[in-house]
T-cell receptor, first 110, second 115 residues
């Protein structure tokens, strides 16, 4: 079993939809959670990071962590065609290296 | 915006050639990484470094080598390129992880095609 599981998609939604992207992890020692966005043929860019359970909001993006279920989510409101990219979750357990999910490909069509 | 740079961005080269992919960062980060990523596929860690004169192999076996003589510079070398080395190579850096883990910042990548 992988330490971080992420559905690769692809996920196709109409413009304006609410998008939900998810990852599960196996090690309860993980405490630091990140979402990266990667456009085609580019390097991943850090989108959001959070340390604790609960929600963190940044504009149209909300990161949610449920440590009891070992489940993290990224919500995108009012999705735009410019949000079309691959979204990678990443998890760290303190002093340990970052572990990336496989990435979910998202396509937002006009 | 992350200050991490990779050159060249694109490289087409013949089999058997020696190549060096450059990576540099101006953030003073101690840790640096090289990942290999095929189109639409996962990131695979191939090398990392905790600091000057420190290099470690990653999770994915690679025929490449790295060096870390200066904090800001982490080049990757292939002594004899083969078509199987065709891929995208991503460099990243981070501060040494603390109790809250670490955040990595990525360069734009080098797309390598070996003919």
């Amino acid at each position: 079993q992988k330490e971080v599981e992420q559905d690769p998609g692809p996920l196709s939604v109409p413009e304006g939809a609410i998008v939900s992207l998810n990852c599960t992890y196996s090690n309860s020692a993980f405490q630091y959670f990140m979402w990266y966005r990667q456009y085609s043929r580019k390097g991943p860019e850090l989108l959001m990071y959070t340390y604790s359970s609960g929600n963190k909001e940044d504009g149209r993006f909300t990161a949610q962590v449920d440590k009891s279920s070992k489940y993290i989510s990224l919500f995108i409101r009012d999705s735009q065609p410019s949000d079309s990219a691959t979204y990678l979750c990443a998890i760290s357990g303190g002093y340990n290296k970052l572990i990336f999910g496989a990435g979910t490909r998202l396509a937002v069509h006009p | 915006e992350a200050d991490i740079y990779q050159t060249p961005r694109y490289l087409v080269i013949g089999t058997g050639k020696k190549i060096t992919l450059e990576c540099s960062q101006t953030m003073g980060h101690d840790k640096m990484y090289w990942y290999q990523q095929d189109p639409g596929m996962e990131l695979h860690l191939i090398h990392y470094s905790y600091g000057v004169n420190s290099t470690e192999k990653g999770d994915l076996s690679s025929e490449s080598t790295v060096s870390r003589i200066r904090t800001e510079h982490f080049p990757l070398t292939l002594e004899s390129a083969r078509p199987s080395h065709t891929s995208q190579y991503l460099c990243a850096s981070s501060k040494i992880a603390g109790p809250k883990g670490e955040t990595q910042y990525f360069g734009p990548g080098t797309r390598l095609l070996v003919l």
